[in-house]
């Protein structure tokens, strides 16, 4: 459609275009279908006298009702939609970011969650900033329901990145409503208002126009929230349907109603004052039918507006029953802000406001519509649908077809019929929206709703994101893959595995089809699982099998999730058959695993799971393989079977299995065909369909079909049991057979069979350096690997497929292993050619070998040199020779001649020859012997092999060019070349099918020679025993030569070829234990041995008897004297017994000696073999009760060493014995054991695991016969002890580290006994613990495990405390204390202690440093005091206290009983205790100076510039206790009045006067002493006396009662200070007034502040105690205050230039950078012209440092094109560039100053400044530039002066 502005020009009515013929005059039927883009038609004006100037659309004209002018009724399109347009939308969706909104005609748009309302966003701005939940904010959810109807406007239509439409929508009133004013408001107006904020009596609502309050009182609101039912209350952000009950104050205060039947009963009517600029959609109108056409109605409203009603808003029932001047009622759907055309629609649900649009029932979504009828069509919008039911359906113009070429106008005529689906459903129109999409109509999903959790869906990547993948489903179904959930392992780089686009096959994990959410996984083991997916908790029946995965692994165990959230734990004792001490090592997240159910609560949601599966083991090899539909044989992996080529593909063959009769359908890939590339191609290439392949090996049947191989190599590996099953039989150093993955830049993945696959890296992969990794290798070559890592928790391996490393290090055995298979290979094919034999080309490749005479004829020289010939021999074959086979003959063509094979290329249907003589001359036959060494001449080189002629005979041989399968990369240097001569061995002489000898080349002639370095750690027999065929069969007795002695091992020459092994335990009959049997054996000796079974070459397996191989294999010999001359039975492999029986035959407890082989670090074991083919491990702690030993067991037990060992079981794999060196150790109550730290909890204890996987508990009370500070300081996670069990109940085990329990003979004293029970406990015991908590009814102190004691806060410390902070800070849990038993009540387990220090005799635990009062200060006092004592202390008191009334009332404190003091004690007294509530202060007061010292409740104190320090620890003189002496003497008296005095002895008086003139001199002492801080009023009074005009000490002294919190002494001490300070020291008075502001600002009010200000003023120079308060102001935050303040300095000191730019300091601190400049403005209008450039200048410093930089260089530009020569202004603009510019704008700026024309001095500054810089900053060439430029100045200026 055509944009509105087009479509409605100015009129109502438009004319419709003749597209070349002339205007018809019946068009109304015409109009169906032609709907085109109107040119611009004739503009109307019409004016009324209400409205002058505005210009109404849509007006009905009635001059004008020519049918010329057709109303365009085409339904909106996106492309109508403008910023502005007003809408009438239903909520479709709600989601936490976003409503999603139905608009008119199938569109749809969204409103963000910031565009709701402004109190709304501004609640979640706090939120955002706080970064915490703000209480009030309600999610959209909690407010919003689908169907509600909601006004919108468009903010925005953009394209969307996959390049829809995007329409951007809000309902925050002030943008729907803007086309309101308060003098437009109206009783009866409906309009959209937002809850903005809840009151006690109602509401305050948004409507958006400014200057009009809203209110909405809570009774109009109750029958709403009732019927809304989303909480007691309206909430911020809400959206209401508002009625105007009442309009006052001219608009200014409005009072709303939301009450359902009054908003439902509303009409908008002429008296409401509607105009087209503030219409709304929503609104219902009475509107009158002006003209009825078949797609539309046009209707005028409130008396002068006209509208529009297209054909899918009118009334379905009414249908074409309208007529003109018809009264209806209406509803506005949108209001264009530019075109002003109104559209309205009919339908009832809308005629109601507040109403909401009938639903779509549920099952109708996405149904399959056989046929539904065409009612109308639009060529802008699409066709209009009646479907089956009689509903009214559209479809948009995209879905009409699949392509836009595709699309036929034809087939939409009215009444055509389509079969079409229901692909949602637009509320805005209660219409449903098709597609006719073929591939929409057959699709699986259309909706989220249609995806079921377990689904295998397939998508595209979307996008890769740190959360996963995004992938799209079908175009409205997007997925999300977890990042966990990209593979099998965790991906670190998923980039480099998928690309955008990519197709990927997944499995639905969760789908929330409520929140369109779909989580997905890739893992291929989920995606590709046959067991049952478990989605809900009541399908998990027990006994259930199923995959799921790890989400956590923990010490007790594993959680594993299922799918739609489903998890469950596997306990620590259901992870493994061995117990597993940490399983957070074995397992990892996201790890796939198979699980069973063992129980399951699907009301608590609780399902307990196992990873033990069955009970009865399964067999190795034959894992569970799923049959599939035609299939019911299972093949497992290294299964042999032959089959039968079906069909031949571009990379492989379809084959059926014959033993099968050929139902069972393989695949063979082409790369799996043969161990030699060169083969592979071949091979497929010379199969035909209905060939037959012999011995074809499984390989595994994952997915779809079985996979088959035929690589030599790789079945033998199989066969001979050299492979690995499970990724936990993988072991460093082992070799295996695999075949190239894949190859990538930075590596090379090589597969194995049974699916493990390890990655070999570009550095490991050749000897030799590698630039390309496709140089080295190609997909599905064969390859031997050397494990060099593993990594346990993501199950990856590392290979090395270095030559040096894998090979054997006999190369010329290898590399003739390889060419004899590919001879054997390539005879294979002759005959499979020979049997078909029907084709000429078939047979001449058969009969053509190596060595062969062909008589030639020559057809063809090129001009490299060599020739084409034809032959009878070779019909249907290219004949060539090269250049050098030639010889020296020059040939031309047809000439004949004679030529020798060399090498028949069957791929590609070339036989190479030669013609040289030395080649076809006959020789005398020469007998070569077999390993006999010869010169020879390369004549031909192949892909694998080269042809040589023998020197001596000119016989043929071939000789391998690889010398081992990893061999695969030459450098051209190292190539052989034609002509070459090499020597090479000969290793067959007899004639063959072949035509060529079979030879290797002499190693010691070959460039590279690589040397096998074995490591003794490797898994293998150290040096390579060749399998030798040999006719040994079991028992047979044999001599040999001891050839070398290992630890576990002895080798032994039998005869000249073969080689066989004795094992440690077949040496002695009796093996002392730490002995090393294999040690009593020399090189060289002869020994007389048994055979007792065969060993494998390549695996080290054991063979039995029967095993096919075992001629091949190297026998293992005893020469143990019983087994020389016991029986047969005896020995190893009876009849070939699997592992499992083997093991079977050692019971649990059963005593054994193994031989330790090595400790495997990483697993923490000690691997040890107790026969040839038996192998066991002992765990760690298993190994010995001696830490020593276990802390270093790699040093204490030696390779091939005998030890005792008794058995505990076998391992997981059923591969291993478990054993143990210590016994089976029954953890029961008194035993001893070794144990390691698993877990440390701080002041709780430790957590160890113990032997056989348990864990036990260690209190901090069992760690030591003494306690310690730092109990657990000694102890990290990994630490060998020994412990002593306590108990062991319910599988909870209490241990003990005390030595006198693990050592009960030692004698070592035991400092702090164990505490079993309160038995143990007596009163007056002086016992030793940790506190455990401080609450309010005292403190809990632990004594041990079980038994808590509790100290009373008076037994705590002899001070009295009010904040209990104070002992949390000195009491902190975990402190070692002593105490005292006071009390102990058995009856209630109860123990009552003290911490005083008279109980325990240790020091107090709060410092007397604090000053407390005590709480036993009056009790000594009574306590025999006499008249003489108060006699003294009258005496005493008269002398210190100095005659000063004031102070003498301060000193003087009331009677005080054991409470603390009241205010009008002392100030020390109070100072004390002020200390104690809040020990900061003490702290600052002492360390900060001038810092404000924080009240109670947190307000700063006053400032003081250099503050004096409360020394903590006064070590002079303990003046707090003196003070508090001498500041309580009347209480004294009057104490001593009410207390008898006891009668004292003579010795005691004299005693207690010694006493009192100590006190005396020390209180002198201390007065006198300099260095003394002020602690009390007298002595600040002192201070004060000595220097009056001092304002730091009257301000120390101000500080001092304020640190007491005594408000009113420190303003009495500020205006003593004021009545003292001398008139003439101003600043000291100042001072003092500074104070007292900051005083009353802090503690004071407005009011007592201004009284202060105002006073200060008169006293001071007004404008410093103006700029004093400013800074006092800001420095508290009173920013409202202090901007207040400074508006009154500029109208009273406006030619203050220091005003100015402090208020422009002020404002710039806080962020407001556009007020300074229009500061700027005014202050260059009040100061005098001469202060202009000073005042720029230093605004645009001030901006550098708090505003806009680029702003500020603005100003300095400026100020410096005006005054170009102010010299100073550029020194600061240099010098602030230096500091905040880059170097380029400072160097600009030097360069204009050096170009200036300043006096000489001047420019000799600049250009000092410049080189200065560059000398500092830049380089030499810069600091040469300056200086040229210096001189060429200079010269400038001598040759002016010249001149």
Request: hydrophobic share 35%.
């Amino acid at each position: 459609m055509a944009s509105m502005e087009e479509n409605f020009p100015r009129g109502g009515t438009q004319k419709k275009p003749t597209e070349g013929k002339k205007a018809k005059p019946k068009i109304e039927q015409d109009n169906l279908f032609d709907v085109h883009h109107e040119e611009q038609t004739q503009k109307r004006k019409r004016s009324r006298g209400d409205q002058g100037k505005q210009k109404k659309k849509f007006k009905p004209d009635k001059t004008a009702t020519s049918k010329d002018n057709v109303t365009n009724f085409e339904p909106l399109t996106v492309e109508a939609l403008c910023e502005g347009m007003l809408l009438l939308g239903c909520i479709k969706e709600v989601s936490d970011f976003e409503l999603v909104i139905s608009l008119p005609n199938g569109l749809s748009g969204f409103v963000p969650v910031t565009q709701i309302s402004d109190a709304y966003s501004k609640m979640l701005s706090e939120q955002v900033a706080e970064g915490e939940l703000v209480e009030d904010l309600n999610s959209l959810s909690n407010m919003y329901s689908p169907g509600t109807l909601v006004r919108c406007i468009v903010i925005s239509v953009e394209k969307s990145a996959d390049g829809r439409q995007s329409v951007k929508l809000s309902i925050n009133p002030k943008k729907v409503n803007k086309g309101l004013n308060t003098s437009a408001l109206a009783s009866g107006m409906l309009l959209s208002g937002l809850v903005s904020s809840v009151e006690d009596h109602g509401y305050l609502i948004d409507i958006g126009v400014s200057g009009t309050n809203a209110f909405l009182p809570r009774q109009k609101a109750q029958s709403y929230i009732k019927s809304v039912k989303k909480g007691p209350d309206l909430k911020v952000g809400q959206n209401l349907n508002c009625l105007i009950e009442e309009v006052k104050n001219e608009g200014r205060i409005v009072r709303l109603s939301i009450d359902r039947s009054e908003v439902a009963a509303s009409l908008a009517t002429e008296r409401q004052n509607w105009t087209l600029s503030n219409l709304l959609p929503g609104l219902v109108v009475k509107a009158r039918v002006q003209k009825v056409a078949p797609l539309g109605i046009t209707l005028s409203f409130l008396s002068s507006f006209t509208g529009i009603v297209d054909f899918m808003h009118m009334d379905p029932k009414k249908s074409m029953n309208y007529s003109p001047n018809q009264v209806v009622k209406a509803c506005i759907l949108s209001v264009h802000p530019t075109s002003k055309v109104v559209r309205l629609t009919l339908r009832q649900a809308f005629l109601h406001a507040g109403g909401s649009p009938n639903q779509l029932s549920g099952d109708r979504m996405g149904a399959v519509v056989e046929e539904s009828t065409v009612k109308a069509f639009f060529k802008q919008f699409g066709a209009i649908f009646e479907l089956d039911d009689g509903s009214l359906a559209f479809a948009r113009l995209k879905h009409l077809s699949k392509t836009r070429k595709s699309f036929k106008p034809a087939a939409f005529k009215t009444g055509c019929k389509h079969k079409c689906r229901i692909i949602d459903y637009s509320l805005m129109d209660e219409m449903c929206i098709l597609s006719l999409k073929y591939q929409i109509i057959e699709a699986q999903f259309l909706q989220y709703q249609d995806v079921h959790t377990g689904d295998v869906v397939k998508g595209k990547v979307l996008a890769l994101k740190p959360i996963g993948m995004q992938v799209k489903v079908t175009d409205g179904i997007k997925g999300l893959v977890p990042s966990m959930h990209l593979a099998d392992m965790i991906l670190k780089q998923a980039e480099k595995k998928y690309n955008m686009g990519d197709e990927v096959r997944c499995r639905v994990l969760e789908c929330r089809p409520a929140e369109r959410k779909l989580i997905l996984t890739l893992k291929k083991t989920l995606v590709q699982s046959k067991l049952p997916v478990l989605s809900n908790y009541e399908e998990a029946k027990p006994g259930l099998i199923t995959h799921g995965f790890v989400v956590c692994a923990r010490e007790f165990g594993c959680i594993v999730k299922f799918y739609n959230d489903v998890k469950g734990l596997v306990p620590k004792n259901e992870l493994s058959s061995e117990p597993i001490s940490c399983p957070e090592e074995v397992f990892h997240e996201g790890q796939v695993v198979k699980v069973m159910v063992l129980k399951c609560e699907p009301q608590q949601e609780r399902l307990l799971l196992s990873f033990k599966l069955t009970t009865k083991p399964v067999p190795e090899g034959k894992r569970e393989h799923t049959p599939k539909k035609n299939q019911q044989v299972k093949y497992g992996i290294g299964e042999m079977v032959d089959v039968k080529v079906l069909k031949k593909k571009e990379n492989g063959l379809e084959v059926s299995i014959l033993e099968d009769e050929g139902k069972v359908i393989a695949s063979l890939p082409t790369v799996y065909l043969s161990d030699f590339v060169v083969n592979c191609k071949l091979l497929w290439h010379c199969l035909q369909e209905g060939d037959v392949l012999p011995r074809v090996m499984c390989l595994n049947d994952k997915g779809e079909h079985i996979i088959l191989s035929r690589k030599s190599a790789v079945i033998s590996a199989v066969q001979e049991e050299q492979v690995v099953r499970s990724f936990s039989e993988i072991q460093p150093g082992m070799l295996l057979t695999g075949y190239v993955r894949n190859v990538m830049p930075f590596g090379v993945f090589v597969e194995f069979p049974f699916g493990l696959t390890g990655l070999a890296p570009k550095m490991s992969m050749s000897d030799k350096f590698v630039t390309d990794t496709k140089d080295h290798f190609v997909v599905g070559q064969t390859v031997i690997a050397k494990v060099m890592s593993i990594d346990e928790e993501k199950q990856r391996v590392l290979l090395n497929l270095k030559v040096s490393e894998c090979s054997s290090g006999n190369s010329a055995v290898e590399s003739f292993a390889l060419l004899s298979q590919y001879f054997k290979e390539v005879k294979e094919i002759r005959n499979l050619l020979r049997r078909r034999g029907e084709s000429s080309v078939a047979r001449s490749l058969c009969e053509l070998v190596p060595g062969k005479e062909l008589q030639l004829v020559v057809q063809d020289v090129k001009e490299d040199g060599s020739a084409l010939f034809s032959s009878s021999g070779a019909t249907g074959l290219t004949v060539t020779a090269t250049r050098y086979h030639l010889g020296d003959k020059s040939i031309v063509p047809g000439e004949k001649a004679k030529g020798l094979v060399l090498h028949v290329d069957a791929l590609t249907s070339v036989v190479y020859v030669s013609l040289r003589e030395e080649l076809l001359k006959q020789r005398a036959k020469q007998r070569l012997t077999e390993n006999s060494q010869h010169s020879a001449i390369v004549q031909h080189i192949a892909e694998e092999f080269a042809v040589v002629s023998l020197l001596e005979t000119g016989q043929l041989a071939a000789i391998p060019i690889a010398s081992h399968f990893n061999d695969t990369f030459r450098f051209d240097s190292e190539k052989l070349k034609v002509g070459q001569t090499v020597s090479v061995t000969l290793k067959t002489v007899k004639g063959n099918d072949h035509g060529v000898l079979l030879a290797v080349q002499d190693p010691a002639k070959k460039n590279v020679v690589f040397v096998r370095i074995r490591k003794e750690s490797e898994s293998a027999l150290e040096e390579t025993l060749t399998a030798v065929k040999h006719s040994l069969s079991l028992g047979d007795i044999v001599t040999g030569t001891v050839k070398s002695v290992k630890p576990t091992h002895v080798t032994v020459a039998i005869d000249d070829k073969l080689t066989g092994s004795i094992h440690a335990s077949r040496i002695l009959d009796e093996v002392p234990i730490d002995s090393f049997p294999t040690y009593t054996l020399k090189a060289g000796q002869k020994v007389t041995a048994r055979v007792i079974g065969g060993r494998d070459v390549n695996t080290h397996r054991y063979l039995p008897i029967t095993h096919p191989h075992f001629t091949q294999s190297v026998p293992e010999l005893s020469i143990r004297p019983s087994e020389i001359e016991g029986q047969v039975a005896t020995m190893l492999n009876l009849k070939g017994d699997s592992a499992l029986k083997k093991l079977g035959l050692y019971k649990v407890g059963q005593t054994v000696t193994c031989f330790v082989k090595k400790y495997n670090t990483l697993k923490n074991w000690l691997e040890v073999e107790v026969t040839p083919d038996i192998r066991g491990r002992v765990p760690h702690l298993l190994l010995s009760l001696n830490t020593k030993v276990l802390k270093h067991p790699e040093k204490n037990f030696k390779n091939g060493q005998a030890l005792s060992a008794t058995v505990t079981g076998t391992d997981v794999t059923e591969t291993n014995l478990c054993l143990s060196l210590t016994g089976i150790q029954s953890l029961e109550q008194g035993i001893i054991t070794v144990g390691t730290v698993a877990k440390v909890t701080p002041h709780v204890g430790l957590t160890i695991t113990l032997p056989g996987g348990k864990t036990g508990k260690v209190s901090i009370f069992h760690l030591s016969d003494t306690y310690t500070e730092k109990p657990l300081g000694d102890f990290r996670i990994g630490k060998i002890v020994r412990c002593y069990i306590l108990s062991n109940e319910n599988g909870k085990i209490q241990l003990s580290l005390r030595q006198s329990r693990l050592n009960p003979k030692s004698s070592n004293k035991v400092e702090d006994a164990e505490i079993t029970c309160i038995k143990d406990v007596k009163k007056g015991q002086l016992v030793r613990g940790y506190i455990k908590s401080v609450t309010p009814s005292g403190v809990f102190f632990g004594l041990s495990t079980s038994l808590l004691g509790r100290i009373l806060f008076q037994n705590v410390s002899p001070y009295f405390v009010q904040k209990h902070s104070l002992y949390e800070r000195y009491l902190p849990e975990g402190k070692l204390l002593t105490a005292k038993v006071l009390g102990v009540n058995r009856e209630e387990n109860h123990v009552e202690l003290s911490l005083l220090p008279e109980d325990t005799g240790m020091p107090s635990i709060l410092p007397e440093s604090l000053g407390l009062p005590r709480y036993d200060a009056e009790e000594e006092r009574k306590e025999g005091e006499e008249s003489e004592k108060r006699e003294e202390i009258k005496k005493l008191k008269t002398k210190r206290t100095r005659g000063n009334s004031a102070s003498e009332q301060e000193v003087k404190p009331k009677k005080r009983k054991i409470r603390p003091a009241d205010e009008n004690d002392s100030g020390i007294e109070v100072y004390c205790r002020e200390e104690e509530e809040d020990d900061q202060e003490e702290e600052e007061a002492a360390k900060k100076k001038s810092k404000q010292v924080k009240k109670r409740s947190e307000a700063p104190r006053l400032q003081v510039s250099t503050g004096f320090t409360w020394d903590e620890d006064m070590n002079t003189v303990d003046v707090p206790v003196l003070s508090q002496k001498e500041s309580s003497e009347s209480e004294e008296e009057e104490e001593d009045l009410r207390s008898k005095p006891k009668k004292q002895t003579k010795k005691e008086k004299e005693l207690e006067k010694e006493k009192m003139e100590k006190e005396l001199c020390k209180l002198e002492a201390a007065l006198m002493d300099p260095s003394r801080q002020p602690q009390t009023a007298d002595d600040f009074d002192r201070l004060v006396l000595s220097s009056p005009n001092s304002s730091i000490l009257w301000l120390q002294y101000m500080a001092f009662h304020l640190q007491a919190t005594e408000i009113e002494k420190a303003r009495a001490v500020a205006e003593r200070a004021l009545k003292t300070i001398s008139f003439r020291e101003e600043q000291e008075k100042l001072n003092v007034w500074v104070a007292l502001l900051n005083l009353e600002n802090m503690y004071g009010t407005e009011e007592t502040l201004m009284k202060v200000f105002e006073r200060a003023v008169q006293y001071n120079e007004p404008l410093k105690v103006f700029q004093h308060l400013c800074d006092i102001y800001a420095n508290s935050e009173k920013y409202k205050q202090a901007e207040e303040l400074y508006h009154t300095m500029l109208k009273r000191f406006r030619q203050e230039k220091s005003v100015w730019l402090k208020y422009a300091s002020f404002l710039l601190k806080q962020g407001q950078t556009e007020a300074t400049h229009r500061l700027l403005e005014r202050a260059l209008k009040a100061l005098p012209t001469k202060e202009h450039v000073d005042v720029i200048s230093k605004f645009a410093q001030l901006e550098f440092r708090f505003g806009d930089p680029e702003h500020a260089k603005a100003l300095f530009e400026s100020t410096l094109s005006s005054y170009p020569k102010r010299t100073d202004i550029w020194s600061i603009y240099m010098d602030i560039m230096i500091k905040h510019g880059s170097q380029k704008e400072v160097r600009d700026i030097f360069e204009r100053v050096i170009h200036l024309s300043l006096a000489p001095k001047r420019m000799k500054f600049f250009f000092k400044r410049y080189l200065d810089y560059e000398k500092k900053y830049g380089t030499t060439e810069t600091v040469l530039a300056v200086k040229t430029a210096a001189l060429e100045y200079v010269e400038a200026k001598s040759s002016l002066a010249e001149s």
